[in-house]
């Protein structure tokens, strides 16, 4: 079972930039595929990008596309996400989360661990 524990929010503008950062502890982070989900206030949590455990294969939410970057590196057990072009809509808490599989890492009811997540507010 992973450990992961994510960083990096925080309040920006809109139109603005963040880097979150989930590091990962007590398992096969390089054999994990990670991704990142979002929940906002009264909404449900949502996938927003995902990874295959080489960073090779990326994939996205069509609202986050061309936006947000996902990436890792193994050495470091670190996984990121970098956020650009920040919307108020973007506003929520991101969960860093790691699935057995590529196949799981978008279904949030199929990931294995799940960080306390890390608060982004767009401010408009």
């Known amino acids: 079972q992973l450990q992961l524990v994510e960083s990096g929010g925080g309040l920006v503008q809109t139109g603005g930039s963040l880097r979150l950062s989930c590091v990962a502890s007590g398992g096969a982070f390089s054999s994990s595929a990670m991704g990142w989900f979002r929940q906002a206030p009264g909404k449900e949590r949502e996938f927003v990008a995902g990874?295959?455990?080489?960073?090779?294969?990326?994939f996205y939410a069509d609202s986050v596309k061309g936006r947000f970057t996902i990436s890792r590196d193994n050495a470091a057990n670190t996984l990121s996400l970098q956020m650009t072009n920040l919307k108020p809509e973007d506003t929520a808490v991101y969960y860093c989360?790691?699935?057995?599989?590529?196949?799981?890492?978008?279904?949030?009811?199929?990931?294995?661990?799940w960080g306390e997540g890390t608060l982004v507010t767009v401010s408009s």
């Open positions: 989360a790691a699935a057995r599989s590529m196949s799981a890492i978008e279904q949030k009811d199929r990931v294995d661990d």
């Open positions: 990874t295959s455990w080489s960073g090779g294969v990326k």
